[in-house]
């Protein structure tokens, strides 16, 4: 008898079948789901997002319970949404995010404005 396909990243209750009746098997085909999913990332990210699965991977081990681990993991989720530099001010003020960053030695790039419908136009263009 073979053994049954991998589930597919996205067969949750699949996933769970295997965590509940081969946890050993399960975890071994965690890691390498995510790892394929990171080895698939443009180059340029796929230390990033290693360091970020080494964190994720730090607090399940570090909790004491699943649960624990699922609302660590969801505040941390949230602090990179709304906290200084996250994803909402990036998108609502990225110009003062890119100073902030400028100051503590990133990379910068050049913010070029854009021109508000019914507003005036580019610096140093007529129209």
Do not use: H, K, Y
């Not at 443009?42 to 970020?52: E, G, H, I, N, T």
């Amino acid at each position: 008898m073979s053994e049954p396909a991998p589930p597919t990243p996205r067969d949750f209750d699949a996933w769970a079948l295997l965590a509940n009746s081969d946890p050993e098997t399960f975890e071994t085909r965690r890691r390498e789901v995510i790892q394929t999913a990171i080895s698939r990332a443009p180059a340029r990210q796929q230390r990033r997002l290693q360091q970020l699965q080494w964190q994720l991977d730090q607090i399940r081990v570090c909790s004491p319970t699943p649960m624990a681990a699922c609302l660590r993991m969801q505040r941390m989720l949230w602090q990179r949404i709304e906290g200084e530099n996250g994803l909402l001010e990036c998108l609502q003020r990225p110009a003062a995010v890119l100073r902030r960053r400028s100051r503590r030695g990133a990379t910068t790039t050049n913010v070029i404005p854009l021109r508000v419908p019914g507003g005036p136009g580019l610096p140093g263009r007529q129209g």
